[in-house]
């Protein structure tokens, strides 16, 4: 059984900078493509924003449109980890971000549906 958790979340100030952190366990990493999401609150988990993904390989990264520019993905398959590095935040990238593996392709996909595993989440609350 695949496990992922995230760290890195807490509160800063609009402007800031934050580093997510996604460390699996269980599984080989370097057979799921990776996804990053996005909950804010009061949305249901169906409502999950996907903010941007990462091939198995690492070579092919895709973000959202309201994200890009501002957040990084990355990926380091020798430490099981994946990265999310978010820059310029704003009061709207309030939310629980989860990561999420998916076994079975080799690209990332926007649909949430089609990932298999999900961390717990890790909170970012970005002040005006």
């Known amino acids: 059984q695949v496990q992922l958790v995230e760290s890195g979340g807490g509160l800063v100030q609009a402007g800031g900078s934050l580093r997510l952190s996604c460390v699996a366990s269980?599984?080989?990493?370097?057979?799921?493509?990776m996804g990053w999401f996005r909950q804010a609150t009061g949305k249901e988990r169906e409502e999950r924003e996907f903010?941007?993904?990462?091939?198995?390989?690492?070579?092919?990264?895709n973000y959202a449109d309201s994200v890009k520019g501002r957040f990084t993905i990355s990926r380091d398959n020798a430490k099981n980890t994946m990265y999310l590095q978010i820059s310029s935040l704003k009061p709207e990238d309030t939310a629980v971000y989860y990561c999420?593996?998916?076994?079975?392709?080799?690209?990332?996909?926007?649909?949430?549906?089609?990932?298999?595993?999900w961390g717990q989440g890790t909170q970012v609350t970005v002040s005006p």
């Open positions: 903010v941007g993904g990462i091939s198995r390989s690492g070579s092919r990264i």
């Open positions: 999420a593996a998916d076994p079975t392709r080799i690209f990332s996909t926007p649909n949430a549906k089609l990932y298999t595993y």
């Open positions: 269980g599984g080989t990493f370097s057979n799921y493509a």
